[in-house]
């Protein structure tokens, strides 16, 4: 089962709409949209791209994303995404307790990094309740315990050309014109320096489970869940993402998805 392009379905739905007040009901002139190279889709992923700008213009980089109180965790997490990966790599450190569980940092840092779980705990760590909101709709609140991704960059030293990280994880999609995949994602170092920004082992008060991305999953509260990688494996600072799979910075993005998903 594919999963639904968000995009397209508002480009599709707002364009039908449109299309019936000019006589145009049944026409699918929207559905070449769909096709990324497509001179109007091009054109209105600028528009993205513009508000993007507009927005890194408009808000502070260390604003904060709403956080909640206990009593607003009404329910177990909904997992997003892969929820068991079938990896041998990774099935392999599952069986084994995840103790041969490595985070690689790596890229343009001047001092590359390997952190088991018990390096990353043993960093001071931030707990924060927010709110998980995904781009099929639905919303869940959740308590997150991590280490701040800030912490480990200053670790791994960042050189000056550094733009963006990009999280490699161990879970393997399917992609029914490029052949199965592993999900990847980035963000850029504004959202890599944010305090909320964190590589999370624990959700609500234990220890990640399998299906919410354990032993480690990425959380960037100010955007929408897809950006969120699970299992993650490597993390990579780079300064451009355009030679990296399909050069769009995301397994979603490189199939239409924006790649900057503020909310």
């Known amino acids: 089962m594919t999963r639904p392009d968000p995009l397209r379905r508002r480009l599709v739905t707002g364009g039908l709409a449109a299309a019936a007040g000019l006589g145009l009901s049944g026409c699918k002139v929207f559905d070449d949209l769909a096709d990324l190279d497509h001179p109007g889709r091009r054109l209105m992923e600028t528009a993205t791209i513009l508000n993007f700008r507009l927005q890194r213009a408009l808000m502070r980089p260390g604003a904060l994303a709403p956080e909640y109180a206990p009593s607003d965790i009404r329910q177990g997490m909904r997992p997003n995404g892969t929820t068991e990966p079938q990896d041998a790599d990774y099935r392999a450190l599952k069986a084994g307790g995840f103790a041969d569980y490595r985070l ?38 959740a308590q997150w315990t991590g280490v701040p991704l800030a912490r480990v960059l200053d670790l791994a030293e960042p050189a000056p050309a550094a733009r963006y990280a990009v999280f490699w994880c161990y879970d393997t999609l399917p992609s029914f014109i490029e052949g199965p995949q592993r999900y990847y994602e980035s963000i850029d170092m504004i959202d890599a320096w944010h305090p909320q920004t964190i590589l999370a082992y624990g959700l609500n008060g234990a220890d990640l489970p399998e299906p919410n991305g354990a032993p480690l999953r ?31 910075g995301g397994f979603w993005e490189d199939k239409g998805y924006s790649w900057y998903a503020g909310i």
Do not use: N
């Not at 088991?116 to 995904?134: E, K, N, Y």
């Not at 993650?232 to 030679?243: G, K, Q, T, W």
């Open 218 to 248: 990425l959380r960037v509260e100010r955007q929408l869940g897809y950006k969120m990688a699970k299992y993650l494996r490597c993390i990579e600072l780079v300064s451009s993402f355009a030679d990296i799979a399909g050069g769009r």
């Open 104 to 141: 690689a940092v790596d890229g343009l840092v001047r001092r590359p990094l390997s952190l088991d779980l018990g390096a990353l705990r043993a960093m001071p760590a931030r707990t924060q309740i927010t709110r998980h909101d995904c781009v099929e709709g639905w919303s869940c609140i």
